[in-house]
Nanobody, 120 residues
Framework: QVQVAESGGGLVQPGGSLRLSCAAS????????MAWYRQAPGKLRELVAR???????TYLDSVRGRFTISRDDVKKMVHLQMDSLKPEDTAVYYC??????????????WGQGTQVTVSS
């Protein structure tokens, strides 16, 4: 089994910064894409940023230029640097890790989520 754990959420004022981190552990063969999603109250979960095994990245339009996703393949971690935060960034942020065993299928593992609140 694969475990995924996020950290780094909290309360920040508009215009501030936060750095989220996510660590994958357990029975891991190969990690493919790693991603951050978020879900605000009353809204659907949305993809915020994704980074592939080759480190190519994609971003939600509303965060492009403000958020930066990165990964450390040795430590099996993915980070999300969030700058110029806005109240509309308030949500629970979830880390998703795509992992595949040698003879298995690709499976996405999720963390429990970390709350990010942007408010004055």
């Amino acid at each position: 089994q694969v475990q995924v754990a996020e950290s780094g959420g909290g309360l920040v004022q508009p215009g501030g910064s936060l750095r989220l981190s996510c660590a994958a552990s357990g029975s891991i063969d190969t990690i493919y894409d790693m991603a951050w999603y978020r879900q605000a109250p009353g809204k659907l979960r949305e993809l915020v940023a994704r980074i592939s095994a080759s480190h190519s990245t994609t971003y939600l339009d509303s965060v492009r230029g403000r958020f930066t996703i990165s990964r450390d393949d040795v430590k099996k971690m993915v980070h999300l640097q969030m700058d110029s935060l806005k109240p509309e960034d308030t949500a629970v942020y979830y880390c998703g890790v795509d992992e595949k065993k040698l003879y298995g299928r690709l499976t996405t593992y999720w963390g429990q989520g970390t709350q990010v609140t942007v408010s004055s």
